[in-house]
Antibody, heavy 122, light 112 residues
Framework: EVQLVESGGGLVQPGGSLKLSCAASGLSFSGSDIHWVRQASGKGLEWVARIRAKGYNYATAYAASVTGRFIIFRDDSKDTAYLQMNSLETEDTAVYYC?????????????WGQGALVTVSS | DIVMTQAPLSLPVTPGEPASISCRSSQSLLHSNGNEYLDWYLQKPGQSPQLLIYWGSNRAPGVPDRFSGSGSGTDFTLQISRVEAEDVGVYYCMQALQIPLTFGGGTKVEIK
């Protein structure tokens, strides 16, 4: 069974930092592109960041709203991806989902985690 | 960025009746390889999104055949031939042609 499990969410003050983890099992993690997608309460889905597999030199990309503040990275030896979130703003409050993206011949998300809640508030 | 627009925002449906959701993109989603990079996802209450349709019209594994996708270029449609109670939730279209990936605002399907 494929599982993506996010952790590391919580309450943080504006300007603070938080690191989310996404632990994968049941799939070829090292060959997978991993994305983060967030959803504010009662709102729609917003793409946040992507990291490609080793074969694509771990290329990263970010939404304009998080560029310069968030960093996506991965440790294939641990089958885990991360989202380091710095200079957090109240607008970053959301459930953050990690998901596996099938690139090239696919271009869709086939597996999603259960989500991690991040609350930015003083 | 490609802007995705869905309609309607809310869709009350009667079980057994058909339903249709529209999705429009601000630019064509047709790739040079001939694929239309438009996906449909369903987020059931309290759950993570799940893939329904990819490339505009291909059902994901395990998706019932009452779900179908159609369209090309900038206009796409998700149809449910006979709505069942388990189909309630929010439906999102997403363009996968280019980064940043962008989603439609969602269509909430609920039972009348």
């Amino acid at each position: 069974e494929v599982q993506l499990v996010e952790s590391g969410g919580g309450l943080v003050q504006p300007g603070g930092s938080l690191k989310l983890s996404c632990a994968a099992s049941g799939l070829s993690f090292s060959g997978s592109d991993i994305h983060w997608v967030r959803q504010a309460s009662g709102k729609g889905l917003e793409w946040v960041a992507r990291i490609r597999a080793k074969g694509y030199n771990y290329a990263t990309a970010y939404a304009a709203s998080v560029t310069g503040r968030f960093i996506i990275f991965r440790d294939d030896s641990k089958d885990t991806a991360y989202l380091q979130m710095n200079s957090l703003e109240t607008e970053d409050t959301a459930v953050y989902y990690c998901s596996r993206y099938v690139p090239n011949s696919g271009r869709f998300f086939d597996y999603w985690g259960q989500g991690a809640l991040v609350t930015v508030s003083s | 960025d490609i802007v995705m627009t869905q309609a309607p925002l809310s869709l009350p449906v009667t079980p057994g009746e058909p339903a249709s959701i529209s999705c429009r993109s601000s630019q064509s989603l047709l790739h040079s390889n001939g694929n239309e990079y438009l996906d449909w996802y369903l987020q059931k209450p309290g759950q993570s999104p799940q893939l329904l349709i990819y490339w505009g019209s291909n059902r994901a594994p395990g998706v019932p055949d009452r779900f179908s996708g159609s369209g090309s270029g900038t206009d796409f449609t998700l149809q449910i031939s006979r709505v069942e109670a388990e189909d309630v939730g929010v439906y999102y279209c997403m363009q996968a042609l280019q980064i940043p990936l962008t989603f439609g605002g969602g269509t909430k399907v609920e039972i009348k």
